[in-house]
């Protein structure tokens, strides 16, 4: 069932939780992240980012994430993740999808402001929720995975409260992305997470925030940052590095049982796929807050 990125919001709202969005750029990944929804009742977001064009293409994968989706029998919303150019995501708004994050985060300000404003003019045209960034997590999403770092090793600028009023007042979003602490790919040491960033933004803003860079907090942190105002939380690389070991045990396994054995790419996909439901539905139920279920 489709949701859009606006009713995703108030429903976390209204639970105290926040929304797990998962990149999914293939089969595997979208399979379990729907399955993972329909077995805990709890709404999810399917993600399709920019960056992963060369991997699954928007022409491809786009259509049947919302196909996907429109069948099931959880709530989805089907999202367009760190989009940094406007006819990509009107492509995205025309397949159906009814949440879009625009991310100008690494132009000037004004630039930025400018472009969100096109953005949301585009997305009410759709009836799509708008998810905007202000402030910076350092490496682009684009990035070497294994060069997360620390937010300041990765050169993250924490977003400003008062800065971040006046963005959410000058663009009409319906939900702000913010940097707090956090850092797309591997954490390579603790990640250091400040609230008190977070909550001065919640104090000065009425919509619904964002943590990026969601792999790698611990449990407590997510709550603590969900209880901050935190509604909707990206998880992507930590799911797909365990996806990728399951599949490196399963060779690792054949080979030990006979040398010779022949490998075949279903069973790696189907390997990487048990794992990354099991990590998907265990971090939806953190990720919940304690709320076990949503009607």
Not at 116 to 127: E, G, L
Not at 191 to 207: A, K, M, W, Y
Request: charged residues 20%; glycine residues 8%.
């Amino acid at each position: 069932m489709l949701v859009n990125l606006r009713d995703m919001c108030a429903i976390a709202e209204q639970y105290n939780m926040a929304i797990g969005s998962f990149n999914t750029p293939n089969m595997e990944s979208l399979r379990a992240t729907i399955i993972a929804a329909e077995e805990t009742h709890l709404p999810v977001m399917i993600s399709h980012a920019q960056v992963h064009e060369p991997i699954a293409p928007l022409d491809l994968v786009g259509p049947a994430m919302v196909a996907l989706a429109e069948r099931s029998s959880a709530l989805i919303c089907v999202h367009l993740d760190h989009c940094e150019d406007l006819s990509y995501m009107r492509r995205a708004l025309e397949m159906g999808f009814n949440g879009a994050m625009y991310d100008g985060s690494a132009l000037p300000y004004q630039r930025n402001i400018e472009n969100s404003q096109r953005a949301a003019a585009m997305c009410a045209s759709f009836d799509c929720g708008l998810e905007c960034e202000i402030g910076s997590m350092g490496d682009r999403e684009a990035g070497e995975r294994d060069e997360g770092g620390t937010a300041e090793e990765s050169g993250a600028i924490y977003t400003d409260p008062d800065q971040a009023a006046e963005f959410v007042a000058s663009t009409g979003l319906d939900a702000l992305a913010c940097s707090f602490g956090t850092v797309h790919g591997i954490y390579k040491g603790e990640p250091h997470l400040s609230f008190d960033v977070l909550r001065g933004i919640r104090e000065r803003v009425n919509v619904p925030l964002v943590m990026h860079g969601g792999s790698g907090v611990s449990n407590e942190d997510y709550h603590k940052a969900i209880d901050a105002g935190i509604r909707k939380i990206n998880y992507y690389t930590y799911g797909a590095k365990f996806a990728g070991e399951a599949a490196a045990d399963f060779i690792a396994a054949k080979r030990a049982e006979k040398s010779d054995s022949l490998i075949y790419w279903h069973d790696l996909t189907q390997a990487a796929y048990e794992r990354y439901l099991e990590v998907t539905i265990d971090i939806m139920k953190v990720f919940a807050n304690g709320c076990e279920s949503v009607a």
